[in-house]
Nanobody, 127 residues
Framework: QVQLVESGGGLVQAGDSLRLSCTAS????????MGWFRQAPGKEREFVAA????????YYADSVKGRFSISRDSAKNMVYLQMNSLKPEDTAVYYC????????????????????WGQGTQVTVSS
């Protein structure tokens, strides 16, 4: 059974940093794309960041570019999201996602590309 488990969320003040982690189990994703999405109350789930299977490409939403950084440790089957200079508008539940395909290709920005999802971790940024 494949599981993605996020951790690292919490309540912080504007300008602070957080590092989210996602641990995958049940299969290896070292040759698959992985990403982060978020959903704020009353809003649709939106793309945040993604990383290619071979780590040579990263993708970011315009709203987080320059502040967030995605990375992965394929040996540990983990993906991370370093979030700096947090803003109140970053408040949301953050979800880890992974593609089922090997040597992933396609639209990294689209939720439909990802087959596995975590339960989410809450990030709250106070002003």
């Amino acid at each position: 059974q494949v599981q993605l488990v996020e951790s690292g969320g919490g309540l912080v003040q504007a300008g602070d940093s957080l590092r989210l982690s996602c641990t995958a189990s049940g299969r290896t994703f070292r040759r698959s794309a992985m990403g982060w999405f978020r959903q704020a109350p009353g809003k649709e789930r939106e793309f945040v960041a993604a990383i290619s299977w071979n780590v040579d490409r990263t993708y970011y939403a315009d709203s987080v570019k320059g502040r967030f950084s995605i990375s992965r440790d394929s040996a540990k089957n983990m993906v991370y999201l370093q979030m700096n200079s947090l803003k109140p508008e970053d408040t949301a539940v953050y979800y880890c996602a992974a593609d089922h395909s090997i040597y992933s290709s396609g639209n990294y920005y689209a939720a439909g590309m990802y087959d596995y999802w975590g339960q989410g971790t809450q990030v709250t940024v106070s002003s």
